[in-house]
Structures are given as structure tokens and as C-alpha cells.
């Protein structure tokens, strides 16, 4: 097992480690629900956009979720959220020093599923119910990268002498794994039949690439008449 598989499953069994007191109480105070969130980006991760290249996050993450409601207002809640991106990428490839440059170009489209773990805990003030959340994220990105090779001089100037056809690009398939640290903050309403919960959250990558700040506004529907 590598360096950032531990480090997950140290980030994982911390979270249930912390929850096995609270779930050893009656049967009664313990129960589960099940929902759905939606959210938009907050701030627009730029890490990877540069001269040559272009980032664009999609508008929208989303995905079911699941709580383990706890004694004394814990819980433990788990997501699974997709959202997708686009990298445009352009720039000038020489394959020699004497050569003419191909000019690249390629569209990379990912998608990526967010999986975070959090131990939750509610307050009671007044008629409101805040709640603070923490705990750990691995995200799962799958993308596919189609490129184009162009030669911007003269038919055959821009390839090496021993290669016999002109390079045309292709598609190219690739995964990665992040993993690092998450937090939330939000509200709950409830009312008879679901449950709303805006949220923030901010999620901060430590284990793979890119590692960038990420906040994200979203609205948890919970259903299912409240205890």
C-alpha cells in the first residue's frame, strides 16, 4: 500500500474511530437518511490555466447522500458528487532544433466524482440549527484528451527526417486520485417531509495533483419526516 492510500485510510478511520462512542448508544438515537445535494463553485480554481491553456469548471456538482444520525447530534454523512471540467491546451511543439514547430491543440474533458466522509454535529439556537462538519475527501477524476498536430511550415519541414508520416495527434484516455482534508458549515430547516441544508464547503486536495482551494455552495433535500 503506497504513502497516499495510508494516509486516506488513517483520514478514514480517524472519522469512524471518533463516531464508534456515539454509535454505541440505544438503538432508538441512532437512525439513517437518505437524500440528494446540488452546488455551484464558489471560486474558480485557476492553478491550471497558463498562456497556453485554458481551465473551465463546470456550473453544477451534484449527487446522493446518506447520514448516520448519532446520540448527543453527531452524524456521520457520506456523498458521492460529479462534476466535470475542460482544458483547452495551444501551443507551439518543436521536434528538433532545425525543425518547423507543430502547433497543438486539444480539448481535455474530465469527469470526477468527489467522495467526501465528514463527522457532523448540529447546534440548537433558538429556532435555528446550525452545524459545522470535518473530515476527509477522495476524488476520482477520469479524463480523455484529444489532440491535433499541425505543421506550420512547409509539408514535412516539421517531422524528424526518420520518421515517415506526418504526426496527426489522437485520443488519449488517463485517471488520477486526489485525497485531503474537508470542511463544512451550513443550516438545517426542517419542515414535515424533507429537510434543507445550505451549506459551505471547502475542500483542499494534499495527496495527488492539482492541489487547489475549492469552495462550493450547496443545498442538501433530505426526506423523510425528522426525529
Known sequence: ??????????????????????????????WLTGGVKLGAPINDPSSRSSVFETYTQSRWTGGPAVELHLPYRFAVEFDALYRTYRQHTSYPFPFGADLNPYQVTGVRKTGAWDLP???????????????????Y?????????????????PQGSCKPPEV????????????????GPVAGAGLEFRTRFVTITPEFRF??????????????????????RPR
Open 137 to 153: 475527501q477522495w476524488t476520482r477524476e477520469s479524463s480523455r484528451m484529444t489532440a491535433f498536430y499541425v505543421c506550420t511550415g
Open 203 to 224: 475542500t483542499r486536495p494534499t495527496h495527488g495533483y492539482p492541489r487547489e482551494n475549492r469552495a462550493t455552495g450547496m443545498v442538501g433535500f433530505t426526506f423523510g
Open 1 to 30: 500500500m503506497g504513502l497516499q492510500e495510508q494516509t486516506g485510510m488513517r483520514g478514514l478511520f480517524c472519522i469512524l474511530l471518533m463516531s464508534l462512542p456515539l454509535a454505541g448508544q440505544t438503538r432508538a438515537s441512532v
Open 117 to 135: 466522509l465528514l463527522l457532523k454535529y448540529r447546534f440548537r439556537v433558538g429556532a435555528l440549527r446550525p452545524f459545522v462538519s470535518a473530515g
Open 164 to 179: 515517415p508520416q506526418e504526426f496527426r495527434g489522437g485520443t488519449f484516455d488517463s485517471s488520477a486520485t486526489m485525497h
